[in-house]
C-alpha cells in the first residue's frame, strides 16, 4: 500500500518568516496563522523541529550576512563602550569638542546629544539703553553604559564566576546531631 505523504503546511514556511522578525515564537505562531490559544505550545513545537530550526538558521545567517552583522564588529561595538576615554570628549581647555572632531571610538559611545538654549534679555543701561540678550547654551552627551558593555566582555571572555555550588565543584556538609556524631 502506498504512502499518502501530509500536504506542505505553508503555515510553517509562515512561521519561520514571522519567527526571524522578532524572535518571539508565540506572536510568530498567531501571525503564521495557529490559533492563538494554543499558539505558545505551537512555537515552542515549532523551534524544536529540526527543520524549522535549520530553516530559521538559515534566513537569521543570511541577514546578518546581508546587514554585516558579525560577532567581530559586535565585540568591536561593545569593547568601545568598554573602554572609552571620557576625556577624549573634551579639548585642552575642557571644552566639549564638536561631535566632527571625535575620533571614530569615542564618537561610537554617545548615546544622544541634546543643546539647550537659552537667552536672557538683559537689563537697562543707566541711559536707558538695553544690555545685550545672554545667550547660554548648555550641551548633554548622553554615554551608552560603560558598566553593561564590561559586563558583556566579561560574559563573552567567561570571566562570569559561577554562584552556584553544583557548578563550582560541589560543597561539603556536616551535620552534628546531639548525640556527637557526624554526618558526611
Keep these: 500500500m502506498a504512502r499518502r505523504e501530509k500536504p506542505k503546511d505553508d503555515r510553517r514556511d509562515r512561521f519561520v ?23 505558545h505550545v505551537q512555537g515552542s513545537r515549532l523551534l524544536s523541529d529540526a527543520k524549522v530550526r535549520g530553516s530559521i538558521d538559515q534566513l537569521l545567517a543570511k541577514a546578518a550576512a546581508a546587514n554585516q552583522v558579525t560577532i567581530e564588529r559586535t565585540l568591536k561595538e561593545i569593547a568601545r563602550i568598554a573602554y572609552a576615554d571620557v576625556r577624549k570628549l573634551y579639548d585642552q581647555n575642557g571644552n566639549l569638542k564638536p561631535i566632527h572632531e571625535l575620533d571614530d571610538d569615542i ?30 547654551v548648555t550641551r548633554k552627551v548622553k554615554r551608552f553604559d560603560k558598566g553593561k558593555a564590561l559586563d558583556q566582555c566579561m ?17 561539603a ?6 548525640g556527637g556524631k557526624k554526618l558526611k
Design 17 to 39: 518568516q514571522e519567527y526571524c522578525k522578532d524572535l518571539n515564537a508565540t506572536q510568530a505562531a498567531i501571525r503564521a496563522g495557529y490559533a492563538q490559544k494554543g499558539a
Design 107 to 136: 564618537a561610537a559611545t554617545i548615546a544622544g546629544i541634546e543643546i539647550d538654549e537659552h537667552r536672557e534679555e538683559g537689563e537697562l543701561q543707566e541711559g536707558g539703553e538695553p544690555v545685550p540678550a545672554q545667550l547660554t
Design 155 to 171: 560574559a563573552f571572555l567567561g570571566m562570569h564566576k559561577s554562584l552556584n555550588p553544583a557548578e563550582s565543584g560541589g560543597m
Design 173 to 178: 556538609l556536616t551535620i552534628n546531631l546531639s
